[in-house]
């Protein structure tokens, strides 16, 4: 199931930037910490207020941002 539903998207919030249910937690934060080698568990000890299938949506999100076609001009 998709949980897409949790990112949200507002002008007056974090720069118009995805962020989880509009906390203020950007999409990107969350990335980021996971990139660096934070595991879900000690994300969600940082971020109590965060639920794992927030960093769920993070993954689903990042993951149809970057599936999109590649248009080659001859």
């Avoid at 949200?8 to 906390?23: F, H, K, M, N, W």
């Avoid at 879900?40 to 299938?53: G, Q």
Wanted: proline share 5%; net charge negative; aromatic share 4%.
């Amino acid at each position: 199931m998709s949980e897409l539903h949790r990112i949200t998207v507002d002008p007056e919030q974090c720069g118009g930037r995805p962020c989880i249910r509009s906390l203020r937690i950007r999409v990107k934060d969350v990335l980021d910490l996971l990139a660096s080698g934070a595991s879900r568990k000690e994300i969600l000890t940082d971020y109590p207020y965060l639920e794992d299938a927030d960093i769920s949506a993070v993954l689903e999100y990042a993951a149809r941002q970057s599936d999109h076609p590649v248009l080659h001009v001859a």
